[in-house]
């Protein structure tokens, strides 16, 4: 498989800088970064993103995310592996992602859940790096980006 074309972020210039302040962003917001990368992996898994799965693992693995998270959190429900926080933001996650899959998709009772363990300000670190790495999966799966390609 060959990429269609460059990541459009990186061809239009003055796209890439402010996505970056975005994860800036994110990662000032108060969550832990082993849960900021299991979002963001799980997310791109849902969506099929080669590119971000691949560099997704490799940053969650820097982050000191365990090898039994990384193993399984594609199943992450029937494993041992992961604190209830982590619990609330990969629901948070997944059906922020699926949106389309059914009506009210993030319910009160996953927002509640999530809001359990995380205050406002982390609550919208969680949900920028929903929407942000929907965004960078859609654009690179669009455009097929190669796993490896991001470092």
């Not at 994110?26 to 832990?32: E, L, N, P």
């Not at 992996?41 to 997704?56: E, H, P, T, Y």
């Not at 919208?124 to 980006?145: E, K």
Request: with cysteine; net charge negative.
């Amino acid at each position: 498989m060959q990429p269609r074309m460059q990541n459009p972020a990186v061809v239009l210039s003055g796209a890439m800088q402010p996505i970056q302040q975005i994860f800036k962003a994110v990662h000032s917001g108060g969550v832990d970064e082993q849960t900021l990368e299991l979002v963001h992996l799980r997310v791109s898994q849902i969506n099929g993103c080669s590119a971000c799965v691949d560099a997704g693992a490799k940053t969650a693995r820097k982050a000191g995310v365990s090898d039994e998270k990384l193993a399984t959190v594609a199943a992450w429900r029937e494993t041992p592996y992961f604190t209830e926080e982590e619990r609330a933001a990969l629901t948070l996650a997944e059906a922020a992602t699926r949106l389309a899959d059914r009506p009210d998709a993030v319910n009160d009772e996953i927002w509640d859940a999530a809001a359990t363990y995380f205050d406002e300000k982390q609550l919208a670190a969680i949900v920028l790096m929903i929407g942000v790495t929907n965004l960078f999966n859609r654009l690179n799966a669009t455009t097929r980006q190669m796993a490896g390609a991001w470092g």
